[in-house]
């Protein structure tokens, strides 16, 4: 029994809502298009950092849970060269032996989920994570910049017991059809007759693909319980749903479905948007419903996956929900300037490039992306990050390295008005954590003053800013969702 | 050997200040000069009987200036080739060890007369660009990034609030009665009198603190003439002795789960111990007559009083709310207006401090004179990096 054994979400904050594009282009076309809201990713986030937040969620209470191999998708990597997939697991403490990059197309996600399955079918994987991150890099002022959405979203793939979601069946398409492209010395994406693409690219490929995967797998579509399918924006997964054999079972799920929901609330997540269908999907379906998972780019991948009764054993966590209602309202100013669309106004000042140095970044890479502390085993002492001695006890050996639980209490914080930050106002917070230790960090997602004195918090994984052309990325508290005064 | 070690064996017979601020059209060769020169005339000696010099500066480069990088600027600027001069940096704490490491060194019987020159160049950018933009280019890349000096403080603000109940307008109450007396000095950076109003309604900084919480960034310099105690009174009618002057350093990590390294500063609770320990004091309050402290921003001087030993841990509000620390007050302290109305140039301010208690001791003091009758003892109080390092000076009339 080969399949899904969890899943994770992740949306961003920040929240535009599109009608806000609209308005500041003047867009008087496609207005049905321009409702609901789009997910902005925040200035300190990028496909790495929202695979880490969906990994995360995947994994859920289990932490390592015996993963050994890690498949990064996106069509947006922060790295032309750096693999993606090796950060990843490293903030997320996972012991890989396999890393790999899945990115250039639009199926990136549910390739990558291809590629993790027949690993762990060839044994060269016991449990492997498939983590989809995308934000679209569509030129503002264009429909599809409104349509499109930040996102990303995890599986964790292997066989046993304890799998949610057995896969039935699968159908790969490779084609090389022009729908949307992007030269490499090019920013933005390029696009051309959006009802010719359709046609012969994703109405064409993704029937295909399914009539294939029902045919192969001997179901009838009506069987078909649900469907995480991606789809270019809401025009398109209408008419989609008007020709395909898939028809009944959306128009049953209707506005409910987790294309329109995800659409509505977030936007087209691009690579990971299928992967991000199925999560929502996953986390509410009954055992033995059957259901019909499918990428589109370039080809398309469909998937049949039967869900287990072990659905019920799954650990709790908190709903997917929680991504898509913890949320703020974000200028479409600010929403231009974190991507830096606003042309000579870097992220910060000119002359504020932090020094760095490599071989620190080295050195301390357990603490900085591991979030692992320094337990002097002499007197209990749990330190970060990591020192010579103990301070408490003054042993010089005798130390154990643990990945802290993300959680801990604010001992106190303050806000910063003067420092030059994207996103102010900024605070720092002194977190107690349960194994011991405190860490004062930057807060991200959400004015800091809703914070108090006592309460809990999580630490989230995110960039602080790029010197030496490098992201450097760590850990900083989570405002969203914790305040006493959150809107 | 002991903290006794050091006890009125060396004497302070000259002192020179310049008048703090934003000094545009000063260098910092051209600062240190003046406040070596005002030093010297003060003491009645010329410059030949220096034998060494320590020069106190945290950081040249915060105001771009090259020259204070190392001590040879010293011998440079009073032309006196082969000066033994060495430069000390000890976070905001630099002026005072600087002090400390040349009474130590005439103290211990190398040199009769010695030079200390603390000498900071902040202003040569804007002031947001020295220490705030400083915290964003400069330090670790990611540990605690961000997290200014009055972020720091300010840490300690909200903790102290949420455990003792001191309020906002608790800490206005430093800011007004440092403006109040920085306004009748003649050399404080800022001479206006601000009222709590004032300071509640200013912009923010660093959350719960505010802009008249902290101190400006400011340029300055002030210098110190040291000789051996028995020498002085051949040098000089006026002098002050060294009683004590301790350091004390500590993690300066926010290492480990200890609350009170959240509500107060260890470094001086020890320094001040000792300090006591050497001059004999137990209770602080009836033994020192004023005191300069380290207001680097209102919160600083309240964890001061506790830290100090003026009141228990916890009611350093209410000493400023009874007034304790006026200049009519029991224990009067920071009648120069403190850091908040001169500026802190960081390596400047711990000499420039001993200078307030000097001229207090002597009675030079104009319109901030406080009575120095029952002890003629004073103490300086000078606190530097995340609370890590501090050195508390005491001083009396021979």
Redesign the interface.
């Known amino acids: 029994m080969i399949g899904i054994v969890d899943f994770g979400l992740y949306i961003p904050y920040h929240r535009l809502p599109r009608e806000a594009i609209g308005e500041a282009w003047r867009m008087e076309q496609a207005k049905e298009l321009l409702i609901g809201e789009r997910a902005v990713a925040g200035f300190d986030e990028d496909t790495v950092t929202m695979a880490v937040e969906a990994v995360l969620e995947a994994l859920g209470p289990r932490q390592e849970a015996g993963v050994d191999a890690l498949f990064f998708a996106s069509t947006t990597p922060p790295f032309g060269e750096k693999s993606s997939a090796a950060v990843v697991a490293a903030a997320c403490d996972l012991p890989v032996h396999r890393s790999a990059d899945v990115t250039g197309t639009l199926r990136a996600g549910t390739t990558a989920l291809g590629l993790a399955l027949d690993a762990v079918r060839a044994g060269s994987a016991r449990r492997a994570v498939v983590a989809a991150a995308d934000m679209r890099p569509f030129e503002p002022g264009t429909l599809q910049e409104a349509v499109s959405g930040d996102g990303a979203a995890a599986l964790v793939i292997g066989e046993g017991d304890d799998v949610v979601a057995v896969i039935e069946g699968e159908v790969h398409l490779s084609d090389p059809t022009v729908d949307v492209w992007r030269h490499a010395e090019r920013r933005y994406l390029s696009t051309d007759d959006e009802s010719f693409a359709n046609q012969v690219g994703y109405f064409a490929l993704v029937n295909k693909a399914v009539d294939e995967l029902l045919r192969q797998a001997g179901v009838e579509a009506e069987s078909v319980a649900g469907v995480a399918l991606y789809a270019p924006d809401g025009r398109a997964y209408m008419r989609l749903a008007r020709k395909s054999p898939l028809g009944p079972a959306l128009a049953r799920a209707g506005l409910m479905g987790p294309a329109p929901r995800l659409l509505m609330a977030a936007g087209n997540l691009g690579a990971a948007f299928p992967l991000a269908q199925l999560a929502l999907l996953l986390e509410t379906a009954q055992p033995d419903d059957l259901l019909v998972l499918v990428g589109y780019g370039d080809g398309a991948d469909a998937y049949l996956l039967r869900v287990t009764p072990a659905t019920a054993k799954r650990p709790p966590r908190r709903p997917a929900a929680f991504w898509l209602e913890t949320k703020g309202p974000i200028p479409y100013t600010q929403a231009l300037f974190f991507r830096q669309h606003i042309r000579d106004k870097p992220l910060?000042?000119p002359?504020?490039?932090?020094?760095?140095?490599l071989p620190?970044?080295y050195r301390?890479r357990g603490e900085?992306l591991a979030l692992r502390a320094q337990r002097c085993t002499s007197c209990g002492?749990v330190?970060w990050?990591h020192?010579p001695n103990c301070?408490?006890c003054g042993a010089q050996e005798g130390f154990e390295f643990m990945r802290l639980g993300r959680r801990g209490t604010v001992?106190?914080?303050?806000?910063?008005?003067?420092?030059?930050?994207p996103a102010p106002?900024?605070g720092?917070v002194?977190v107690?954590t349960p194994e011991?230790?405190?860490i004062?960090?930057?807060t991200t997602d959400g004015d800091p003053?809703v914070l108090a004195?006592?309460q809990e918090v999580e630490l989230a994984f995110r960039l602080?800013?790029t010197?030496k052309a490098l992201p450097?990325y760590?850990w900083k508290v989570r405002v969203r969702g914790e305040g006493r005064k959150e809107t | 050997m002991g903290t006794e070690a050091l006890r009125d064996k060396v004497a302070i017979i000259g002192m020179g200040c310049m008048r703090f601020g934003a000094l545009q059209d000063k260098s910092f060769a051209e600062q240190g000069l003046e406040a070596v020169n005002e030093a010297l005339a003060d003491a009645g000696i010329e410059k030949e009987r220096i034998e060494a010099a320590w020069l106190g500066t945290f950081d040249p480069t915060v105001g771009g200036s090259f020259p204070g990088y190392a001590g040879d600027f010293v011998a440079d600027i009073l032309g006196m080739p082969g000066l033994p001069v060495t430069r000390v940096t000890n976070y905001c704490a630099t002026g005072m060890d600087a002090l400390r490491n040349a009474a130590i060194a005439v103290a211990a019987g190398l040199y009769d007369v010695v030079l200390v020159l603390g000498n900071e160049k902040m202003r040569d950018v804007p002031s947001r660009d020295s220490l705030i933009r400083q915290v964003m280019v400069t330090g670790h890349p990611i540990v605690q990034k961000g997290l200014t000096a009055p972020g720091l403080f300010a840490l300690m603000a909200r903790r102290h609030m949420e455990e003792y109940g001191t309020t906002r307008e608790d800490l206005a109450l430093v800011a007004v009665k440092n403006h109040y007396n920085g306004n009748r000095h003649p050399k404080a950076m800022f001479h206006k009198e601000i009222t709590v109003e004032d300071v509640l309604s200013a912009p923010m900084i660093s959350e719960p603190l505010g802009l008249y919480d902290c101190t400006p960034t400011s340029d300055g310099a002030a210098a110190a003439i040291l000789c051996r105690a028995d020498l002085a009174p051949q040098l000089t009618d006026e002098y002050v002795l060294i009683e004590a002057i301790e350091l004390a350093t500590v993690s300066g990590g926010r290492y480990g789960r200890r609350q009170e390294s959240l509500i107060g500063f260890e470094s001086t609770q020890i320094a001040a111990r000792r300090a006591y320990a050497a001059a004999g004091i137990t209770d602080p309050v009836s033994a020192i007559d004023v005191a300069e402290v380290h207001d680097c921003f209102t919160i600083t001087e309240i964890l001061n009083y506790e830290d100090l030993g003026f009141v228990p841990k916890g009611e350093g509000a209410t000493f400023i709310r009874e007034g304790r620390s006026s200049l009519e007050g029991d224990l009067p302290v920071n009648p120069s207006g403190g850091l908040k109305c001169f500026g802190h140039p960081i390596g400047a301010s711990g000499v420039r401090m001993t200078y307030i208690i000097y001229e207090q001791l002597l009675g030079r003091a104009g319109l901030t004179q406080v009575s120095v009758e029952r002890n003629g003892r004073g103490l300086v109080h000078n606190l530097g990096g995340p609370g890590s390092v501090c050195v508390v000076g005491l001083y009396h009339l021979p």
């Open positions: 910060f000042p002359g504020a490039e932090p020094w760095t140095s620190l970044l301390e900085l002492a330190w990050p020192r301070y408490e001992a106190t914080f303050e806000v910063e008005w003067a420092i030059p930050h106002p900024v720092m002194t107690d011991g230790t405190r004062t960090t930057q003053r004195v006592g602080f800013h010197a450097h760590s």
